[in-house]
């Protein structure tokens, strides 16, 4: 055996004997429209490499096909001067009572059959259901119209955000009334749409889809969930979600597993702690996920790159 072929087992069998690097997630605030100036202070902070903003559609077309964009350009210009970056999210779904925010034509012409249509929601451990809404997405007429506002978002924001992310899928609407023209695949077929759209108009910002559950979907038996996720494997699409909830059962059996499977194949992973993630408990203690909880669960498993933690998050308010 010469020299050069001893030289090379001895570094392949030291390379293979190297631990693989745990990926490590980038820390982003979650707020709302409006309220960056009230998180400054985080902003500030050197661990924390942008936000996660909450626009609604209703707040970015106040008229049809008439934009204002003004809140955005004003998040943006203050993220630019503090070298933190901007993810926005274009929401379409509601889950307070009175919050209808999509623009009046909707709900006030025939021709979008209401525009939206009443939903439930699960607002975190031990809390009641609640009622909320959601545009109507299966709806093609909608659909279009939500399409024309991510057209516009794209012209005048691709590369300049960081990224823009998709509400989540999960919708629970009534089953004993559902709305005229709703069905489960109609309204898998309509969000791939949009995503699709989204994927076309945004070609230098990443887009990422919030993906949680699926309406009519149990442990993927209409393949809706292993669908997303190949469909934005082979598109350079990231995918993500609104709550680190380790290893609870419902998440285990629709999207989590999902990302384990697919966490090297992805775009970008981005996973949110928001406030109804924060009421969990972890069984094995007793007490409230921990942010180590939630980060090694977040990185080891669900393979994210980002976390976006709301603003209420313990430990960005400890002193």
Not at 35 to 62: F, K
Not at 169 to 178: F, G
């Amino acid at each position: 055996m010469t020299i050069r072929i001893k030289f090379i087992i001895t570094v392949t069998l030291f390379t293979a004997a190297l631990p693989t690097l745990a990926k490590t997630s980038e820390n982003f605030i979650y707020t709302s429209s409006g309220e960056l100036e009230a998180a400054s202070v985080m902003m500030s902070r050197s661990d924390i490499g942008g936000a996660q903003i909450v626009y609604n559609w209703r707040s970015l077309e106040p008229k049809k096909d008439k934009y204002d964009f003004s809140q955005i350009e004003k998040d943006l210009a203050r993220l630019k001067i503090a070298n933190k970056k901007l993810f926005i999210q274009i929401q379409d779904r509601f889950f307070e009572h009175d919050a209808r925010h999509v623009p009046d034509y909707l709900m006030n012409d025939t021709r979008y059959g209401g525009g939206i249509s009443q939903q439930f929601d699960n607002p975190g451990e031990g809390k009641p259901i609640g009622a909320g809404w959601v545009a109507r997405q299966w709806d093609p007429a909608v659909r279009q119209r939500y399409q024309a506002l991510l057209a516009a978002i794209a012209k005048r924001f691709d590369g300049q955000v960081y990224g823009v992310n998709l509400p989540e899928t999960a919708i629970d609407l009534d089953k004993k009334k559902l709305p005229k023209g709703f069905s489960c695949d109609n309204y898998f077929a309509g969000e791939m749409e949009n995503l699709a759209f989204a994927r076309k108009v945004f070609s230098k910002t990443i887009v990422v889809q919030y993906v949680n559950f699926w309406p009519c979907e149990w442990n993927n038996d209409h393949n809706y969930m292993g669908r997303i996720f190949e469909f934005a494997s082979a598109n350079n699409i990231g995918l993500g979600g609104p709550d680190i909830i380790p290893n609870r059962k419902a998440q285990m059996k629709n999207s989590y597993p999902f990302f384990n499977k697919y966490k090297s194949k992805l775009k970008l992973i981005s996973m949110a702690v928001q406030e109804p993630t924060l009421t969990y408990t972890n069984p094995n203690t007793g007490k409230p996920f921990s942010k180590d909880e939630f980060v090694k669960f977040a990185e080891d498993y669900l393979g994210a790159d980002i976390i976006f933690w709301s603003t209420t998050s313990p430990w960005l308010n400890n002193k």
